[in-house]
């Protein structure tokens, strides 16, 4: 049982590279998301998507863009990298739960995580 | 915008003691949920909350659900070595599919 997996775990990158991100869930789950963590700040949301084919923004979505073409994948791309993306970044995918027409249930399972640093 | 405040930032505990942290919003939050973090490794769920007032547990963690719907504590009872990470708590509310997210409690124990 995967699970969401995160590709790569590492990534060196000099500043003004691009680079994507994968994610991928088995879980069947509608909703995906992409987090960075830095220390101490806890975990800030950069997009997130309520379907194939659509996508939003979180917190801090500058210099990132998101793609969700298939269910089971949400990918997030670094056009011109700064040294102010070296963070540590994670996917998570949820288990959703509706009643009354209100969303109950939001649980949110997370990847392993990728750190990337940009030079 | 919303903000949970979660306390300790840290704490260096003695194996065997007891240990509670805790979190507070200024919004009202529907669910509130906590994860744990091992080092190198994603967020894993430990407990989730739906009902103010809920007292659940999960082994020798105990969580509530705090009564104005504002807050949440996670003791831990007689910790162990591998109770060492970083916990976040988690709110949300009705919705909404962000949650927001506290800084976390890194736990740290004594040898």
């Known amino acids: 049982n995967a699970g969401v997996t995160q590709t790569p775990k590492f990534r060196v990158l000099k500043t003004g590279q691009s680079m994507t991100l994968l994610c991928a869930q088995d879980?069947?789950?509608?909703?995906m998301y992409w987090y960075r963590q830095d220390p101490g700040m806890g975990l800030r949301l950069i997009h997130y998507?309520?379907?194939?084919?659509?996508?939003a923004k979180g917190e801090v979505p500058d210099g990132y863009n998101v793609s969700r073409l298939k269910k089971q994948n949400f990918l997030l791309g670094l056009e011109s990298a700064a040294p102010s993306q070296t963070s540590v970044y994670f996917c998570?995918?949820?288990?959703?739960?509706?009643?009354?027409?209100?969303?109950?249930?939001?649980?949110?399972?997370f990847g392993a995580g990728t750190r990337l640093s940009v030079l | 915008g919303q903000q949970l405040n979660q306390s300790p930032q840290s704490m260096f505990i003695q194996e065997g003691e007891d240990v509670s942290m805790n979190c507070t919003s200024s919004?009202?939050?529907?669910?509130w949920l906590w994860y744990k973090q091992d080092p190198g490794e994603g967020p894993v769920l430990l407990i989730a909350?739906?009902?103010a007032g809920e007292l659940t547990s999960n082994g020798r963690l105990t969580a509530q659900f705090g009564i104005t719907r504002k807050d949440s504590f996670l003791n831990i009872s007689a910790s162990i070595p591998s109770d060492v990470g970083i916990y976040f708590c988690?709110?949300?509310?009705?919705?909404?599919?962000?949650?927001?997210w506290g800084a976390g409690t890194k736990l740290i124990i004594k040898p």
């Open positions: 998570a995918s949820s288990y959703t739960a509706f009643a009354r027409g209100k969303l109950a249930k939001n649980i949110q399972y």
């Open positions: 879980m069947n789950h509608e909703y």
């Open positions: 998507s309520v379907g194939e084919g659509t996508t």
């Open positions: 919004s009202i939050f529907n669910t």
């Open positions: 909350l739906y009902k």
């Open positions: 988690a709110g949300q509310v009705d919705s909404n599919y962000q949650l927001i």
